[in-house]
């Protein structure tokens, strides 16, 4: 097995059951080696020996002595640490979530510093305690092979510290643990802002190993991470911890192409066409290789802290609104609410532009607080418009046409009712209540026709007292006759008057029912949300 051609037919005979990319950077690694055909000769012999782990010999019982028995291993930190190519290395993971930066809702990105710790087995650097004299030691992890586990959702290059070094026991168990700050891709629900839960998804697994290469387990449960977090995280801002879930499960990738050089050598057993000297199997561009990747799905629930946003936004509006609300109490007919209300309006569009980086920002949902902040304004500028009608009709009334019947009677027999206004003092008639006086003077002045004033011209002709009480009587009737249509003309207005009244506290209880019902439901909601927590 010492010659390309024997290699290259021992390989056609196995059928593409180890991996290819293990073999090349092994070759790779051991190019500084004086003879090609030692290299080849140690690489064959490691991947096709018995599935029995070898020891190392020390020559002493000290560190210098075990590093240096491991020279050997340290020049094989390209290929997978295990004799048989056919056995998966099984790494166990866990991690701990040790801070929550912060969450951005127009990117859909969550930020956190989480400590990653991994543990799998070199089955290459095994020895004895008692003759090297140590149990463990701590190598570079350049010198080692490295699981190249990833989270898909990664949006950013890790910016933390580096930790340059990893842990190596006498059984070849090896410990890693580093921390990892995570900028991930994350669907954020924020329809119950400020008092929404968010679940955010980290997807571990390898990025070229598959199943048989590499299995990836879960070193501890969900409320194990859940507990340890708590205990040791320091910043969180306006955001807490909830809960920590993970499970494992396979992760089924489709490889085209473009990554067909590295791994077809899983399913291609029969489209070998080359072999060279970097251990590359080419096969057939035009398919495409389903693959099977072993994978940790953990789930991070946080939740965020209200109490802020209810300070600085719920509270502030729901008192402009009482003072909304109050101004009801001040009484149309003497005083213009409709400036009072113009104020309010004017200082809660003010506050909204200030706290408007305090909402968020997503195209997704309309969060239910900037619904509750619109309905706000909303009402209030109702009420301002219902407040310039009602002035309008209380000064401009008397020059309105009468208000239609079907009108009239809904508002004063439907509406009046509902509200508790009576309109029993409005009567609609032809006449109107005169002045007894002017009902008895009306009655004992005489009726003038034609004939008595023929004869009145005659037999009165000369007598100018009788002229002047003729004049003064059409004077009065004149007048009396001005009254009348000014009378009617007030009934018309009163009735006016009587609608804005209506209207105005029917509005008003209109207010009541929405503070109410805005109220209840924010509580629902912060009860609801701390309840899930």
């Not at 802290?305 to 003072?323: E, G, K, Q």
């Not at 026709?449 to 059409?474: A, C, M, Y």
Request: with cysteine; charged share 20%.
């Amino acid at each position: 097995m010492t010659s390309t051609p024997r290699l290259q037919r021992t390989a056609d005979r196995r059928h593409c059951s180890f991996n290819i990319m293990d073999l090349g950077r092994a070759a790779q690694k051991v190019s500084m080696m004086k003879s090609f055909k030692l290299q080849v000769l140690l690489i064959t012999l490691l991947m096709y020996a018995p599935s029995s782990v070898a020891v190392l010999n020390c020559t002493g019982s000290d560190v210098p002595s075990l590093v240096n028995a491991l020279q050997p291993v340290f020049n094989l930190s390209s290929i997978r640490p295990v004799t048989n190519a056919s056995n998966p290395v099984t790494v166990d993971l866990i991690f701990t979530l040790t801070a929550i930066l912060g969450v951005d809702e127009k990117s859909q990105v969550l930020k956190t510093y989480i400590w990653r710790e991994l543990t799998w087995k070199n089955e290459f650097s095994v020895w004895d305690p008692d003759k090297c004299g140590t149990e463990w030691i701590a190598v570079p992890r350049t010198l080692l092979w490295e699981p190249d586990i990833v989270i898909n959702e990664f949006m950013e290059k890790n910016t933390a510290p580096p930790v340059p070094y990893i842990y190596l026991h006498f059984d070849g168990d090896i410990y890693d643990s580093q921390p990892i700050r995570v900028v991930s891709s994350c669907s954020l629900d924020i329809y119950l802002f400020p008092f929404d839960i968010q679940n955010c998804t980290f997807t571990f697994n390898s990025y070229i190993h598959v199943m048989d290469e590499i299995q990836l387990l879960l070193s501890g449960t969900g409320d194990e991470m859940t507990e340890a977090s708590k205990m040791v995280i320091s910043t969180m801002g306006e955001w807490s911890l909830n809960k920590i879930t993970a499970n494992r499960a396979e992760i089924d990738t489709v490889e085209g192409n473009i990554y067909v050089e590295l791994q077809c050598h899983v399913k291609c057993s029969n489209t070998i066409k080359r072999f060279n000297i970097y251990g590359r199997y080419l096969c057939p561009i035009n398919e495409t290789y389903h693959l099977n990747v072993s994978g940790l799905f953990v789930q991070i629930s946080i939740r965020r802290h209200p109490t802020t946003y209810v300070v600085n936004l719920l509270l502030p509006s729901c008192f402009l609104i009482a003072v909304d609300l109050f101004s009801f109490m001040l009484p149309p007919k003497k005083i213009d609410r409709s400036l009072f209300k113009m104020t309010l309006v004017l200082g809660y569009t003010v506050f909204l532009l200030n706290t408007n980086q305090m909402l968020p920002i997503t195209g997704d949902t309309v969060p239910l607080i900037n619904v509750f902040l619109s309905m706000c304004l909303v009402m209030m500028v109702a009420t301002l418009v219902e407040s310039i009608f009602v002035t309008n009709l209380l000064h401009g009334s008397a020059d309105y046409p009468p208000a239609p019947r079907w009108f009239r009677d809904f508002v004063f027999q439907v509406l009046g009712r509902l509200v508790r206004i009576s309109t029993k003092s409005i009567e609609r008639d032809n006449t109107v209540i005169q002045n007894p006086n002017a009902q008895e003077m009306s009655d004992s002045s005489p009726v003038v026709t034609k004939n008595d004033i023929s004869e009145e011209k005659e037999t009165l002709n000369e007598n100018k007292s009788v002229q002047v009480l003729r004049k003064i009587n059409r004077d009065l009737k004149a007048i009396h006759l001005q009254v009348e249509k000014k009378l009617k003309r007030n009934l018309s207005s009163q009735e006016w008057i009587y609608i804005a009244l209506i209207i105005d506290r029917l509005l008003f209880f209109f207010y009541i029912l929405f503070i109410s019902v805005s109220f209840i439901t924010i509580l629902i909601i912060w009860v609801v949300s701390y309840s899930k927590a």
